[in-house]
């Protein structure tokens, strides 16, 4: 995340906020880019709050939705919400309070998987993905299909939130490096399957394991694009 790091370098920022923390993945690229501030970060899941508190004992995190954010306006000089979006139900609520919580002169910096622009080998992770989100909306998980670049842009124009800097970031590596990872993500794939038996999405979920297969062999399996923006209130 070198640029985001380069953006901020002569920026000084106290308070950061990640929504949608989960195990804390993206603290790690927080700590880099805001070196003296004090973080905290939020997620619904107390499963993942209790992982992220382990790894990182010198952050703060409290269970909460991005939709109801319990923190006085104007209080983070810093909100991050990265791989989360096409997690809320209700975006334009979560990015109502993101906008509300953060200072009138501070910083919303957003992390998202995007779905289009995609090289074979990273539509073969969107397939991992969306059969993923698939089978967490049966078992009433929100978890929508990722967005492309332009719905993104689209979402945070409607919730006034202008960009003052974007890039996108793509990783050159291979998620399955042989046939015995590949097999450990197929039998992954299987035991997900099985949570739904029973759905009549069973038979249509279960072709895209060997479809995943294939194309993992054919093409490799690399991650997706990320936009990574940062933008202001106005
Ligand atoms: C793919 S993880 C991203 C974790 C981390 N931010 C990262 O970049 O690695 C998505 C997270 O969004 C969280 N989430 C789901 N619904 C949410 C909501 N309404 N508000 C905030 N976070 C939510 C999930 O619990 C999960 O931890």
Not at 103 to 120: A, H
Not at 192 to 216: C, H, N, T
């Amino acid at each position: 995340m070198e640029p985001l790091i380069n953006y901020f370098k002569d920026i000084e920022i106290h308070h950061v906020l990640d929504v949608g923390t989960g195990g804390g993945g993206f603290i790690h690229v927080l700590k880099k880019t805001f070196p003296e501030a004090v973080i905290t970060g939020v997620d619904p899941s107390e499963e993942a709050l209790e992982a992220a508190r382990n790894h990182f004992q010198d952050v703060t995190f409290r269970q909460m939705v991005a939709e109801k954010l319990d923190f006085e306006d104007d209080s983070f000089d810093v909100v991050s919400i990265s791989m989360a979006l096409h997690h809320l139900s209700k975006v334009q609520k979560g990015l109502k309070e993101i906008r509300r919580v953060v200072k009138p002169d501070g910083y919303i910096v957003v992390n998202e998987v995007i779905s289009d622009g995609l090289t074979p080998a990273q539509e073969v992770h969107k397939l991992y993905h969306h059969f993923r989100s698939h089978i967490d909306r049966l078992m009433g998980r929100y978890h929508r299909k990722t967005f492309t670049k332009d719905a993104i842009l689209q979402m945070l124009k409607v919730a006034e939130l202008p960009v003052q800097f974007f890039f996108e970031q793509r990783r050159n590596v291979n998620l399955v490096e042989d046939e015995a990872e590949l097999d450990l993500r197929i039998e992954k794939m299987k035991s997900m399957l099985e949570q739904i038996k029973g759905s009549a999405e069973y038979d249509v979920l279960q072709p895209q394991i060997e479809e995943f297969r294939s194309k993992a062999l054919k093409y490799g399996f690399q991650p997706a694009t990320n936009l990574i923006l940062v933008l202001r209130k106005k």
